[in-house]
């Protein structure tokens, strides 16, 4: 019997090929004969107890200009027929986001959801790594504007970014006198703030390594742009091969293990230097990235190990 996969996923239609690894999970689950079905956020819902979507069962292709076509009309179905269901979309992480990851956890045992929603629920991006302390540098969440300047007071030089924004958006930073990109009549911001002492490290890229199953699978370095302090892929940094330096091997045995027991399976982890900065757990990118450079297939990897977890044959 042919297994299916549900994806849930912003629009499938604005993903930005370049970057987008929920693209490459599927083309290899449908290599390994999953019917793939597509669903946006939005579209996710609880009928008298049962999760349902309404979506599109599509066919995927390795084509920038042709990536996918729709093989049904959309198709209201029960998340439970399936085997997987990969919980992909992007953040923010805001209400709308958490409720879905309630009304997945609604779903029975026999339909895996990757990753874990009451996980990804309970692990902000940005606030996980103080889980592990050792390895971050001095970092403050506040509201309030005071307390950002203070934090700027004594470290002299920080950077500021919104607690649960994505792809570089929103990053500032600031040096001692001078706090960039806010209002300063304001007592609070809008949304929580997190500040972090400045990482000269920067300038040799941050470290976009990604475990499977809580084990180290491959790793990249985001080098920012000329004049820019933004690594990400979305706000222009490049790719650069690198290996585990510093301590990043430390990191990842320290963070594995955490990772598996929480059934975290697909992570990807950031590190500046010696200091873990950001913890992903809802959609890392970064793989297309690490085969070229690495000669490898992190897709591959992905399904080998979650083949031989739940044993699918």
Same mark, same amino acid.
């Given at each position: 019997m042919r297994?299916?996969?549900? /994806?849930?996923?912003?629009?499938?239609?604005?993903i930005d090929f370049t970057y987008d690894s929920s693209l490459m999970i599927g083309l290899e689950g449908q290599k390994r004969n999953f019917e793939i079905f597509?669903?946006?956020p939005n579209d996710l819902f609880l009928d008298e107890g049962v999760v349902k979507a309404n979506g599109f069962f599509v066919e995927l292709h390795d084509q920038e200009k042709n990536y996918f076509k729709f093989l049904s009309d959309k198709t209201e179905i029960r998340l439970e027929e399936f085997k997987f269901v990969f919980l992909r979309q992007d953040p923010p992480f805001n209400m709308h986001y958490i409720t879905s990851t309630y009304l997945l956890d609604c779903l029975p045992k026999n339909t895996i959801v990757i990753n874990n929603p009451t996980s990804v629920r309970n692990c902000a991006e940005k606030i996980m790594p103080f889980k592990f302390k050792? =390895?971050?540098?001095?970092?403050? /969440?506040?509201?309030? %504007?005071?307390? !950002?300047?203070? =934090?700027?007071t004594i470290h002299k030089d920080i950077i500021t970014k919104?607690?649960?924004?994505? @792809?570089?958006? @929103? /990053?500032?930073?600031?040096?001692? @006198?001078?706090?960039?990109?806010?209002d300063t009549h304001r007592q609070y911001f809008e949304i929580p703030i997190m500040a972090q002492k400045y990482i000269p490290e920067i300038s040799e890229g941050d470290r976009r390594i990604i475990l499977v199953d809580g084990e180290y699978v491959g790793s990249v370095a985001r080098i920012p742009s000329p004049g820019s302090i933004k690594a990400n892929f979305h706000a222009g940094g490049s790719a650069k091969k690198t290996?585990? %330096? =510093?301590?990043?091997?430390? !990191?990842?045995?320290?963070l594995g293990k955490e990772f598996k027991k929480l059934d975290l399976f =697909? %992570? @990807? !982890?950031?590190i500046i230097g010696n200091y873990l900065t950001e913890i992903n757990v809802t959609s890392p990118t970064g793989i297309k990235q690490i085969n070229a450079l690495n000669n490898v297939s992190i897709e591959k990897i992905f399904w080998d190990k979650l083949e031989a977890k739940y044993d699918i044959v």
């Open positions: 297994h299916k996969i549900a /994806i849930q996923m912003d629009d499938i239609r604005a597509y669903y946006q050792e =390895f971050m540098p001095p970092t403050l /969440i506040s509201q309030r %504007v005071d307390d !950002i300047k203070s =934090f700027l919104p607690l649960y924004g994505n @792809g570089g958006e @929103g /990053i500032h930073r600031s040096k001692e @006198g001078h706090l960039e990109g806010l290996s585990l %330096v =510093f301590r990043d091997q430390q !990191i990842i045995e320290t =697909f %992570v @990807g !982890i950031d």
